[in-house]
């Protein structure tokens, strides 16, 4: 009798740590603890021997039972919470962590509405590089070593000082690709708007950053007059700022146009009569055009003679600030995202 209760427990303990999940814990279960498994059967057939003898094997019975009964459970419990650390268990009745979406930049934002307004009038975005030589930056744009116009752009450039060279620098504006667009497209027309970050060693405040965007426009053909300069950006403002906006060009110099303008909205805050915003002016300057300079057309392989153009550029912080009141143009780059979300 006693042989049969070990050689029961051993074979039962065998079988319990072959077990490997909860269904076969179950099966374990139904077979030697369960009401018709093989402990029950033993321990009814107690009940068969001789009085003396039961007391005796009843106890071992129930210490058998015992202890199976704890070795399935404690290895039920392993099973269920499988050896997981308790801080490493997951609450999973916690709500969900919200993945953190992006939103577009209000400038790249800005600059995809002046493409939308300038590609119906059979404009194309190309791009140039962010770092140039004096030639495209300066020289090819009418703007000789010695020129007094160099005193408008402060220079970032790229070679150490010891080098005492001046020939390549990080752009000052995006005009040097209207070169490199002629290059490339002559003779055909050119029809382009040309973005891209441009640079200036300057002091920043609320206006001035050394780092900005620019977006220029070109248009190379035969027959454009300053007629089309004026409908294009007519056209491109009051999209922009509004249907009843007022425009007004006046006379301005940059070497790379002749004639030289520069443009103004009527304020979109005070429309016009006067407030801090346009300086108590009512206007609001936003960009500088012109028909592009005999030379400059020659520079980049057209005939003056038989062609012509016009040009125009404008910061697109300046527009995005006019267009949403903003008055910092810090306010772009300082990774604040209590700003960048307004614009989702
Ligand atoms: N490149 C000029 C600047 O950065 C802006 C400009 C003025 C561009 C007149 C033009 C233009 O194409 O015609 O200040």
New binding site residues.
């Given amino acids: 009798m006693r042989e049969r209760w070990e050689e029961l427990k051993e074979k039962a303990l065998r079988e319990l740590e072959e077990a490997r999940d909860l269904q076969e814990m179950e099966e374990w279960r139904v077979t030697y603890l369960g009401r018709r498994g093989a402990l029950t059967k033993i321990l009814r057939s107690v009940g068969k021997l001789p009085p003396e003898e039961r007391p005796q094997a009843g106890e071992r019975a129930n210490r058998v039972k015992r202890e199976l009964t704890q070795a399935w459970e404690a290895k039920v419990e392993a099973l269920k919470g499988r050896a997981i650390p308790p801080e490493e268990r997951i609450d999973v009745t916690l709500p969900g962590r919200k993945p953190l979406l992006g939103t577009i930049h209000p400038v790249t934002r800005t600059l995809w509405e002046i493409y939308d307004i300038f590609a119906p009038l059979g404009f194309q975005v190309v791009e140039g590089p962010e770092v140039e030589w004096d030639r495209y930056n300066f020289e090819l744009l009418n703007i000789p070593k010695d020129h007094p116009a160099r005193d408008?752009?402060a220079t970032l450039y790229v070679a150490p000082p010891y080098a005492r060279s001046q020939e390549m620098m990080l752009r000052?504006?995006?005009?040097p690709v209207?070169i490199r667009t002629m290059e490339r497209f002559c003779p055909e027309p050119i029809r382009v708007l040309i973005p891209g970050r441009?640079y200036r060693y300057e002091s920043v405040d609320a206006t001035h950053e050394w780092m900005f965007i620019?977006v220029?426009?070109?248009a190379v053909g035969q027959g454009i007059t300053m007629a089309d300069l004026k409908g294009v950006l007519t056209a491109f403002a009051r999209q922009m700022f509004g249907e009843e906006r007022k425009v007004r060009f006046r006379c301005?110099y940059?070497p790379?146009?002749e004639p030289?303008a520069e443009m103004a909205i009527d304020c979109i805050v005070c429309q016009g009569e006067g407030c801090r915003v346009c300086g108590y002016t009512g206007w609001l300057e936003i960009?500088?055009?012109?028909m592009?300079h005999p030379e400059v057309l020659q520079n980049g392989g057209y005939d003056p003679g038989s062609y012509t153009g016009?040009?125009?550029?404008?910061g697109v912080e300046r527009i995005a600030m006019l267009k949403h009141g903003i008055d910092d143009i810090r306010l772009f780059y300082s990774n604040d995202l209590r700003f960048l979300k307004q614009f989702s």
Avoid: K, R, Y
Avoid at 172 to 175: A, G, I, P
Avoid at 287 to 290: M, V
């Fill in positions: 408008m752009f000052t504006h995006t005009s209207q441009c620019q220029e426009g070109l301005d940059f790379f146009v030289g960009l500088g055009a012109g592009v016009f040009a125009f550029g404008m």
